[in-house]
Nanobody, 123 residues
Framework: QVQLVESGGGLVQAGGSLRLSCAASGRTFSSYAMGWFRQAPGKEREFVAAISWSGGSTYYADSVKGRFTISRDNAKNTGYLQMNSLKPEDTAVYYC????????????????WGQGTQVTVSS
């Protein structure tokens, strides 16, 4: 089992920045790929970014590429999502997830999920 807890969400004006954290406990976090997803009201959960277990490979949704950066610190069992140049359309609940397999954009391939943290971007 891997327990994931997100933090760092909040209210920010358009153009601002936030840094989300995903603290992991339980099994060795460093052996899992990690992803970030988001879900806006009335919409399906969508992929945001993913990172390999080592941190050597990353992948982003086109909508956030160049604005968001995913990273991880395996020594601290923590993953991060740095979000810059935020837009109102980034408003959503953000979830981190861990996968035994390689990192992927497919939510169903992730084995563990956090409870989510709300990000609200005002115009």
């Amino acid at each position: 089992q891997v327990q994931l807890v997100e933090s760092g969400g909040g209210l920010v004006q358009a153009g601002g920045s936030l840094r989300l954290s995903c603290a992991a406990s339980g099994r060795t976090f460093s052996s899992y790929a990690m992803g970030w997803f988001r879900q806006a009201p009335g919409k399906e959960r969508e992929f945001v970014a993913a990172i390999s277990w080592s941190g050597g490979s990353t992948y982003y949704a086109d909508s956030v590429k160049g604005r968001f950066t995913i990273s991880r610190d395996n020594a601290k069992n923590t993953g991060y999502l740095q979000m810059n140049s935020l837009k109102p359309e980034d408003t959503a609940v953000y979830y981190c997830a861990a996968a035994r397999d390689t990192y992927t954009v497919v939510a169903g391939r992730y084995d563990y999920w956090g409870q989510g943290t709300q990000v609200t971007v005002s115009s």
